[in-house]
């Protein structure tokens, strides 16, 4: 494809699938680090987003006051680890200009501002580092500010940063005082500087980042929280005790109520008065200790302050997490009824909420209104479905779901426990978080964590990784695992939307997509459900995945050449009969699973495997002299697709290994052909994955999917489904071979 014979793997590996397999899953994990989400300050008092990610910047609210022809602005800053293009989204609610560093890309027609659900889409190209958003808006009688984000804003996430010196690291939007006069733009040729401090622009921006001199005064827990009588609240921080060298340190107490303090877990104070106290601590072996405090508000005031020092000097406090945009040492949790914290459950990991009867909180800072608040940032994903350079640990979708499954088994395969360790790690930094992820949706309009997992609303957002987190929950039994899984469950079985005839399908409704049925959506669905049912004993979800295969078929089967066509459109009553390379993978990867696991007594079980031998033999008749399938699988003139030729390798592979196929000769050598055909034009010796396309949209043209849909090196598309056929060809091997054959036998 892009690479000579001589770079392939196959050229230094030739048929060593084992060596293959470790090339590409050992250049993804290296490429891939396990990046934590990042915590950054945010203030609750500012720009929230709605439950499509668009920031909701109606300064008609919170300028109800001034008078028409007001101007406001907006900034932010967008960080982009290369040039990246994504789709923006533009609702004025009066009129609007938009600039990216200091270029304006849209300017609201009058149409647009006085039509209630005006929406204009502007190309947003974003440059390699920092990117600055300024917003005009002007009040009209019709409205004053706008909505703004990303299309697909749950897919192609924008996360926005603070400008200005004095809130780096802030999270959000920060927007100025209304104005009588435009003061930036380019009629004025003037941008206010983001490098600096905001007090050089003259005007005042808010959310306010400061506390005033009389809010300084007040106790700590007072000032963020307000003086609340019967009120309690937790804080935490680190002692630095490394340059210490005595046995104990003293610390000292002053409260304004009852207090308890711990080190790591130990109680090493308690007292039901306000007071100072002074009171010597063994520092025993440890250098940097987790201090937590529960503090009461007394009387009249509601506070403490706490040090320790060694030797007549102080302990320096630390973090306890890394929050950007913060550098006191000090978080805070409240408030919390003023019941015994002994009888309390609170876990202090960083996706831990503090929960207390129907009360669930988050970390606070000690700042006007700001929270702590973790961001998935590894990636924003481009128009192109990509994400370049950047990790994609941690991030929860289901081409993701595919690489995680191709990372355990073939961690299993080649007994490397550091690849499943790996691959569990990644999952788990999304389940570890569900509980919060689904707290900050309801708290802030739009999640910053767990996007898809948290906005269900297609199988795309569910099932893929579903699958893959079950897999991993054969491994670890981690109930979070359960939790999450029996959610999708409800959603795929209770909630999705049906045909009449019970079939999945796609409302969308008012997108190009709306009222569909695609063929990717059997991957979406069956693996999770057939897992699903196995690991929690509900045969219900294994009789739906049948279901559908049988539903499926009907609708999308082309009989005449015995492939699925891609989409059926009930908008057009009709399919599009253009046989996409990676649907009809999706669907044969698919069956292979579901048939793995279906009892023969099923009443389904034999149709099924028809379907599977005749899906079988379509697909084997159109492979390319080079081993590979094709884009468009009918189509001669279309390019060959690497992530369709895995996925049939794979489903073939297993018909052999499982005896579903007659021909079994035949068809070894149709899986021999592919996957050589994979080292040979598809892998480098770097482990790079060539040839694999973008994700798709549809269209009854197959030009669209020739010409439209181009391919991207190491596409999440094709990654995991690479690993999962080198695994399969090596246990077809090991199946086939003369010494598994004489054990069968015996």
Known sequence: MDFSAKESAHYSFGEDTQQVLELVANRYIGANPPLPFIHRAFSAAGIMQNSEGLYLLDFGDIYSASPNGSYAYAMALVWSDEQRSIDGVMEPLGPISLYLNEQRLYHSAVIEELKPDGRVAIPLLFEKGWNVLMIEARKTPAGFGCRFGAEEGKVRILQVLSPFANRSGQAGWIYSEPLAQPVYGEQQQLFPDWTKDESLTELSWYPRACWSEQELALPNLQRI????????????????????????????????????????????????????????????????????????????????????????????????????????????????????????????????????????????????????????????????????????????????????????????????????????????????????????????????????????????????????????????????????????????????????????????????????????????????????????????????????????????????????????????????????????????FSLSELLERLPQAHPLHEELLDFYQQFAEGIASFQSDSGLWRQVINEPDSYEEASCTAMFVYGLARGIRFGWLQQRTHFEAVVERGWQGLTKHAINRQGHVFGVCSGSRYSFAPDYYMYDLRTVVNDNHGIGIMMLAGVEVEQMRTASSPTATSQSSL
Request: charged share 20%; with cysteine.
């Open 225 to 588: 929280f307000g003086f609340q009588a019967e009120a309690a609240a937790y804080a935490r921080t680190v002692l630095d005790m490394t340059a210490g060298d005595a046995e104990t340190m003293v610390m000292s107490l002053q409260t304004y109520g009852a207090t308890m303090v711990w080190l790591d877990e130990q109680l090493i104070f308690h007292t039901s008065q306000a007071g100072s106290y002074i009171q010597h601590v063994p520092l025993g072996s440890r250098r940097k200790p987790h201090i937590k405090v529960w503090s009461a508000s007394g009387g009249q005031h509601w506070g403490f302050q706490l040090a320790f020092s060694v030797n007549g000097s102080e302990l320096r406090l630390q973090a306890s997490l890394n929050v950007h945009g913060y550098s006191e040492p000090w978080i805070y949790a409240g408030p919390l009824d003023q019941a015994a914290p002994e009888a309390q459950s609170e876990t202090f990991a960083a996706h831990a909420l503090l929960k207390q009867q129907d009360k669930q909180l988050y970390w606070q800072l000690d700042a006007p209104a700001f929270v702590v608040r973790p961001y998935y940032e590894n990636a924003m994903l481009s128009n192109k479905w990509t994400v370049g350079s950047m990790s994609n640990f941690g991030r929860w979708d289901y081409p993701l779901g595919v690489t995680m499954y191709g990372l355990l088994r073939s961690g299993k395969q080649l007994q490397r426990s550091d690849m499943i360790e790996y691959a569990l790690k990644h999952i788990t930094s999304c389940t570890d978080w569900y509980d919060y992820s689904v707290w900050d949706y309801a708290q802030y309009g739009f999640p910053a964590i767990n996007h898809q997992l948290v906005l269900i609303k297609m199988l795309d957002n569910c099932g893929s990784f579903g699958s893959a987190m079950l897999e991993a929950y054969s491994i670890t039994n981690d109930q979070r695992f359960a939790q999450i899984a029996e959610v999708i469950a409800d959603f795929m079985l209770n909630k999705l939307e049906r045909k009449a005839d019970g079939a999945f399908y796609r409302v969308c409704e008012g997108e190009y997509s709306a009222n569909t049925m695609w063929a990717d959506d059997l991957y979406m669905s069956t693996p999770f459900l057939i897992r699903y049912a196995e690991l929690f004993h509900q045969e219900e979800a294994l009789h739906e995945a049948a279901k559908q295969f049988v539903l499926y078929k009907k609708y999308l089967f082309m009989e005449d050449q015995r492939l699925m066509s891609h989409v059926y459109d009930f908008k057009y009553d009709r399919a599009t009969s253009v046989p996409w390379g990676r649907g009809n993978g999706w669907v044969l």
